[in-house]
């Protein structure tokens, strides 16, 4: 099974999405946005900048 992206209402109203693993295991969480198509348009930001480097600072 692949990861997946569920978009969710928060207690507060606002909208939210979480990445989830094959596994079901909860990978990364947005932040809260205003409106629905924000939060539509923060998942397809994450999809096209997912495969980006890793830089090591530490």
């Known amino acids: 099974m692949t990861g997946k992206y ?11 999405f ?5 596994n ?3 990978v990364a969480v ?6 629905k ?3 539509r348009s923060g998942i397809a ?3 096209a900048n ?3 480097e890793t830089v090591d600072l530490t």
């Open 6 to 16: 569920e978009l969710y209402s928060d207690k507060a109203g606002k909208f939210r």
């Open 18 to 22: 979480r990445l989830k693993a094959g």
């Open 24 to 26: 079901g295991q909860v």
């Open 30 to 35: 947005s932040e809260a946005y205003e409106s």
């Open 37 to 39: 198509a924000s939060a």
């Open 45 to 47: 930001s994450v999809k």
């Open 50 to 52: 997912a495969d980006s």
